[in-house]
């Protein structure tokens, strides 16, 4: 009687076991392959802000700067300039330069004039005629030359004054007065105020939920900035590994596709390189230059 009763207990537990493991399966089968995408894709990246170096065309000594580092600049603003008195005297010299042609081509044309109507009573042999038509065509030469001249001159000129080509934020001074500088050296390194946009990276099974247009809610970690609204302006076609400074243990070998999210309000609160949160929706809406 005693073996009957150890029997049954050992058939309930063994079907007990197998209903839990067959609970377990059917839990993980469900949570597995019948779990919901959610609507909204969630991404990590960082600001991206346009910069540019701002130098001088010319050669020169820097005579005077006018903005320090974390200034605001607008369009037009003088930032710098170099020592003109070299330039000014170039012009001087191609104004006179071109003054004394214009005399001189004068003189030719009044000479081919006189010529031209001696020619056809033969007071004047025809060579001489010709000749006085190329020594016209020469000074007119030499006079367009001299007006290049002039113009190039008075645009190295303009050139010596360094202005600010937009709205932005001055990053660094790196040039100080006195310092000689040749064509095309950086004197200061600006921050644009727009475009701003964030980098983002989108894995491969992600991608197919990405389109232009797509709207983007972008998040930062300071909690009194606002919510900034963005689109999907970017989609790089071609897949790299995850960059360093944002790949995680399980995806350091991973193969992501970057986007480029565009912020057309932005403001002061976003910085250059910011980690920022991304709330991509699921559906696109083309906005205007996407």
């Not at 910069?51 to 603003?77: I, Q, S, T």
């Not at 590994?241 to 986007?259: C, G, H, M, Q, S």
Request: charged letters at 25%; aromatic letters at 10%.
């Amino acid at each position: 009687m005693k073996k009957k009763e150890v029997d049954m207990k050992k058939k309930k537990i063994f079907a007990i076991s197998i209903i839990g493991v067959l609970g377990i399966s059917t839990a993980f089968f469900l949570g597995v392959f019948k779990k919901p995408l959610s609507s909204d894709l969630i991404l990590y990246g960082n600001v991206d802000i346009r910069e540019v170096d701002l130098g001088f065309r010319v050669f020169g000594r820097v005579k005077a700067v006018f903005f320090d580092e974390g200034d605001a600049v607008k369009p037009g603003d003088l930032l710098a300039e170099l020592d003109p008195i070299p330039y000014e005297e170039a012009v001087w010299k191609a104004k006179a330069q071109v003054e004394l042609l214009e005399a001189s081509f004068t003189n030719s044309q009044k000479k081919f004039a006189r010529r031209q109507v001696a020619v056809t009573s033969l007071a004047v042999s025809e060579e001489d005629f010709e000749d006085s038509f190329a020594n016209a065509q020469e000074m007119k030469a030499g006079l367009d030359s001299a007006k290049a001249s002039l113009a190039e001159a008075k645009t190295n000129l303009e050139d010596t004054k360094l202005f600010a080509p937009s709205e932005g934020i001055l990053l660094s001074r790196i040039r100080e007065v006195g310092s000689v500088l040749e064509p095309g050296q950086p004197v200061f390194s600006m921050a644009l105020k727009e475009p701003i946009w964030v980098r983002a990276y989108v894995s491969e099974p992600d991608l197919g939920r990405i389109f232009y247009g797509m709207k983007a809610r972008v998040f930062t970690d300071t909690t009194s900035h606002p919510t900034y609204e963005g689109y999907v302006g970017f989609i790089s076609p071609v897949a790299e590994f995850t960059p360093k400074n944002v790949e995680t243990t399980d995806l350091r070998t991973a193969l992501v596709y970057r986007i480029r999210v565009i912020i057309p309000k932005p403001d002061a609160g976003l910085k250059q390189g910011m980690p920022v949160t991304l709330q991509v929706y699921s559906k696109p809406s083309l906005q205007e230059g996407g």
